[in-house]
T-cell receptor, first 118, second 106 residues
Framework: GAVVSQHPSRVICKSGTSVKIECRSLDFQATTMFWYRQFPKKSLMLMATSNEGSKATYEQGVEKDKFLINHASLTLSTLTVTSAHPEDSSFYIC??????????????FGEGSRLTVL | KNEVEQSPQNLTAQEGEFITINCSYSVGISALHWLQQHPGGGIVSLFMLSSGKKKHGRLIATINIQEKHSSLHITASHPRDSAVYTCAVISNQFYFGTGTSLTVIP
């Protein structure tokens, strides 16, 4: 089946630095990718919808300048947490929609990236 | 008011029991996903539904578009089914339920 790969799976950084997380669709072209944040024992929180070749659509309350999303190709979207602070520590997950899999597009999730900001 | 309501939030069952998790939504949708996440694990989309019913092994998912309701059933539950199950609907955007934490006791 389709695979979405996220990298890195774990990252520790110092406060004030920026961290980039990559999300790749390995065997399909994803025109739309989604970025989520998950707090401990909580459900997913959609942060933004990333469309290839255009600006991302951010959910209410998500800072665009803080969480930079780039979807430069049909197989790669990146999330950059800029000037990270300890409160940005979280589990970040991406998903990608395979437009060829059904009318609404089958959804495949990355393995997630655990960010710890010291 | 949440666009997607899920129940129950927590569920403990004995091995072998039949389990039902419910999801109601208030928006028009093009599809609904049932997601599974094991403790410390990644997320898997179990089903994508736009109508009717789907079955995969011991898992069955149904959706009633008119009533804006979906259910996920697990037959002959097993401890390995212990996970968080979340419904997510695709409207003009994604809406997520709050998740149901299922624990199946041997």
């Amino acid at each position: 089946g389709a695979v979405v790969s996220q990298h890195p799976s774990r990252v520790i950084c110092k406060s004030g630095t920026s961290v980039k997380i990559e999300c790749r669709s390995l065997d399909f072209q994803a025109t739309t990718m989604f970025w989520y944040r998950q707090f401990p024992k909580k459900s997913l929180m959609l942060m933004a919808t990333s469309n290839e070749g255009s600006k991302a659509t951010y959910e209410q309350g998500v800072e665009k300048d803080k969480f930079l999303i780039n979807h430069a190709s049909l197989t790669l979207s990146t999330l950059t947490v800029t000037s990270a602070h300890p409160e940005d520590s979280s589990f970040y997950i991406c998903s990608a929609r395979d437009p060829l899999a059904g009318s609404a597009g089958e959804l495949f999730f990355g393995e997630g990236s655990r960010l710890t900001v010291l | 008011k949440n666009e997607v309501e899920q129940s129950p939030q927590n569920l403990t069952a004995q091995e072998g029991e039949f389990i039902t998790i419910n999801c109601s939504y208030s928006v028009g949708i093009s599809a609904l996903h049932w997601l599974q996440q094991h403790p410390g694990g990644g997320i898997v989309s179990l089903f994508m539904l736009s109508s009717g019913k789907k079955k995969h092994g011991r898992l069955i998912a149904t959706i009633n578009i008119q009533e804006k309701h979906s259910s996920l059933h697990i037959t002959a539950s097993h401890p390995r089914d212990s996970a968080v199950y979340t419904c997510a609907v695709i409207s003009n955007q994604f809406y997520f339920g709050t998740g149901t934490s299922l624990t199946v006791i041997p």
